[in-house]
């Protein structure tokens, strides 16, 4: 069983016998270095990465101040999250190594009218002009490389067939938009795009009359020029998505706390929040500006906003980004300052005496999460809700 301790402050008259040890109070600097060891623990987790959020408060008993100058908090029952704090930037989202999309051409003739930037363009719509004929854009992954017509098969028609059907210009019933094959069906919904775009209605696709990209595009920067000759391999422009994304450079310590599915809370310029998602953590540390950051080098990782519109037409913005890593429905939390370093290692806390608060014992506890920001740990140990520790008065 634990000592009982006695706080209660004793007359400093010469004739007065010393207390007895175990009556004795702490000594100031020893108490001091305790409660800095449990404060270097939160210290040693934040550098890591592991910053944490959790609420405190409550309507229990509220902290009380003792006669010793110490202050009374109850041990509270409350949730937990583990989270990795950074700052990252508000951008589109580019491909998934970070690299733009290029927009080929291979028409030939004159540029005649090309995309500014910022421009958005969806599947099915032109994208430039040679000639004054349209270039329209398909959503497929495989690059356009030859002419398509009726008997072509491949990967690029299953993609044209898809864009045909969900563009509305054939049926399932009329085309399967997962057949990789050109049929007259397909001819024929070719012709009603192509007279939508006031082009030549000729149901088959002339290599550069479209340019096969992943979706639709935001266009970040115009390469070519109108009036310049349009060569074939020319590159137009680049382009990211019309998707909005938030990068984040992450130390390396701090990867296997975080994985694809992680919930984030984004802050933006205004102070607003928005939800969102990890999508991709990069698996290849990259050297980071020495003149600005000594880490050494990061990991990039990509969060999907859950809700886009309420970035707004916000590009390269700062934002600070919390990433739920981990999280505890029903966590036993103390203040941090409660931590008191034991002599033969780990912690414990001291625990007044419901009936007399100048009595205390000292409850050996094993941490669990920390909260750097409301400055709590989750405990356990002989505790019960309602306990109350003592801490250092503010």
């Not at 009982?4 to 600097?29: F, I, L, N, Q, S």
């Not at 001091?32 to 408060?57: I, S």
């Not at 994985?259 to 310029?269: C, M, S, W």
Request: charged share 25%; net charge neutral; glycine share 10%.
């Amino acid at each position: 069983m634990s000592a009982m301790v006695d706080r209660t402050p004793h007359t400093a008259a010469g004739t007065d016998p010393a207390p007895p040890a175990t009556e004795r109070r702490r000594p100031r600097g020893r108490r001091r270095w305790m409660v800095l060891a449990g404060a270097g623990v939160l210290a040693l987790l934040t550098a890591a990465g592991a910053a944490v959020a959790g609420p405190f408060g409550g309507e229990d008993t509220p902290p009380a101040t003792s006669t010793d100058g110490t202050t009374l908090v109850p041990v509270r029952e409350a949730p937990l999250s583990t989270r990795v704090t950074r700052s990252g930037t508000l951008s589109y989202a580019a491909q998934g190594d970070g690299t733009p999309y290029t927009v080929v051409n291979q028409a030939k003739g004159v540029y005649t009218r090309l995309p500014g930037e910022g421009k958005e363009i969806g599947c099915g719509r032109t994208l430039y002009r040679v000639d004054e004929k349209p270039v329209v854009l398909i959503c497929g992954k495989t690059p356009v490389y030859r002419a398509l017509s009726v008997g072509a098969k491949g990967r690029e028609v299953r993609d044209l067939n898809a864009n045909l059907v969900r563009l509305g210009y054939a049926e399932k019933t009329e085309i399967d938009p997962d057949s990789d094959y050109y049929g007259w069906e397909t001819a024929e919904a070719v012709a009603a795009l192509q007279d939508d775009l006031g082009a030549a209605e000729t149901g088959e696709l002339a290599l550069g009359d479209a340019v096969f990209l992943p979706g639709p595009i935001r266009v970040s920067k115009t390469m070519a020029k109108t009036g310049a000759p349009a060569a074939p391999g020319a590159q137009v422009a680049q382009a990211t998505s019309t998707g909005r994304q938030v990068t984040v450079e992450l130390d390396p310590a701090q990867q296997t706390h975080v994985k694809a599915g992680d919930r984030v809370q984004i802050t933006l310029p205004d102070n607003k929040t928005t939800p969102g998602r990890v999508s991709r953590i990069g698996t290849v540390a990259k050297p980071v500006d020495e003149e600005k950051d000594s880490s050494g080098s990061t990991i990039p990782v990509s969060i999907e906003l859950t809700r886009p519109k309420d970035a707004g037409t916000l590009d390269q913005a700062p934002v600070r980004v919390e990433i739920t890593t981990d999280k505890v429905a029903k966590a036993l939390v103390v203040p941090v300052t409660a931590l008191l370093g034991r002599d033969g290692g780990g912690y414990a806390v001291e625990v007044a005496d419901p009936a007399d608060a100048r009595k205390r014992r000292l409850v050996p506890v094993t941490l669990g999460m920390f909260d750097s920001g409301d400055g709590l740990v989750q405990v356990s140990g002989a505790l019960s809700v309602g306990d109350r520790v003592v801490v250092p008065a503010s």
